[in-house]
């Protein structure tokens, strides 16, 4: 249990320090050091700092996984007002952040998925689990007659992630959260009206 305890410690205070300050930008000292975590522990748990990172998007994605069951599985909301929520919950969190981390995923995406082939897949199965959550309550929506039966629910999830991780870019380079206010209205009020 120990060892579970203080590898889960590496990688709780390293996402935090990467997402503020870029995979790159970051040491393994420094992690070591947030975690008080011995020097000697990290090559025990990680066999690289690659490694760590690939380990890094899935801490991350666990995030969003949470957020997919809190919001986009709420059998109690209509499939579209479980997507706005679902979106609102982010924006939500943004605003915490004071609009600076934006989408940590789509961070490092950005700062590594054309360096590393072992990111580059990772990201990809990870964005694709992403699109996957949207898809689904977009078919309910579609089941439920909420949204034109004839949209192509898979284009339609891509568009809509593509579209949210360059709102959350925009939101960072704004130090506001106008891109994202943005995205929900054209989202929610054109495109899936």
């Not at 930008?25 to 090559?43: C, D, M, N, R």
């Not at 309910?140 to 991780?165: G, M």
Request: with cysteine; proline share 3%.
């Amino acid at each position: 249990m120990e060892k579970e305890t203080t590898k889960r410690k590496i990688l709780e205070h390293g996402a935090q320090i990467v997402h503020r300050k870029g995979f790159n930008h970051t040491g393994i000292q420094e992690i070591l050091e947030s975690a008080e975590v011995p020097k000697g522990s990290f090559y025990f748990y990680f066999k690289s700092k690659e490694e760590f990172g690939l380990a890094l998007v899935d801490y991350y994605f666990n995030f969003f996984a949470l957020m997919i069951e809190s919001h986009l599985k709420d059998s109690s909301l209509s499939p579209m007002r479980r997507l706005q929520r679902f979106f609102e919950g982010f924006r939500a969190v943004c605003e915490e952040q004071g609009c600076k981390g934006g989408c940590p995923i789509g961070n490092l995406t950005q700062e590594m998925g054309g360096l590393s082939d072992a990111f580059q897949h990772k990201l990809r199965e990870i964005f694709s689990r992403m699109k996957a959550g949207i898809a689904e309550c977009l078919e309910s929506a579609r089941r439920e007659h909420e949204i034109d039966p004839s949209l192509q629910v898979d284009e339609v999830a891509d568009f809509i992630l593509n579209s949210w991780e360059g709102a959350l870019l925009r939101m960072k380079a704004e130090g506001n959260l106008q891109p994202l206010i943005l995205f929900e209205k054209m989202i929610f009020d054109r495109i899936l009206k």
